[in-house]
């Protein structure tokens, strides 16, 4: 695997591309729950910190933030094709979310993510998340599972 990481926005045509095989992969894994998610999470509107993974000139995966408020960003999404999972992608693309909201002063990181995405808990876990109440918008949505970590002392 000959994997680059680059920094882009919402605009970038792989993005669009894998934010739709994600919100693909989510309907199918949370049924209707999703379409609540969906009103929160997809981002209609621009976004300017998105990273996307490339093996050689194929897009693989992606995350993205945006400022939650003055010092948190909030990780919107995350995704890597599944035949390029459990191989450390979205371990570096976390890695590059979370030097990048540093560089903009954010302190921390926070996300919500789904019971039925046990994977993505795990990740999260391993890289120092712990679990936070459901805030915002995810406060009273079913299966949210709220999750925060200090970036910056």
Request: aromatic share 12%; glycine share 4%; charged share 25%.
């Amino acid at each position: 695997m000959n994997l680059q990481i680059i920094k882009t926005n919402s605009d970038n045509p792989a993005f669009k591309t894998l934010e739709a095989e994600l919100e693909s992969e989510l309907s199918t894994r949370n049924d209707s729950i999703q379409l609540q998610f969906d009103h929160y999470d997809t981002p209609k509107n621009y976004i300017d910190t998105v990273v996307v993974a490339y093996d050689d000139n194929t897009p693989i995966g992606f995350g993205c933030f945006k400022p939650f408020d003055d010092s948190t960003a909030e990780i919107k999404r995350m995704y890597v094709r599944k035949e390029y999972r459990r191989k450390g992608v979205a371990s570096l693309l976390l890695i590059e979310l979370e030097l990048w909201a540093a560089q903009h002063d954010f302190i921390k990181m926070a996300l919500h993510t789904s019971t039925k995405q046990p994977e993505a808990m795990q990740l999260y876990s391993k890289y120092g998340y712990k679990s936070i109440a459901s805030y915002g918008m995810y406060a009273n949505i079913a299966n949210s599972v709220g999750m925060q970590k200090l970036i910056l002392d």
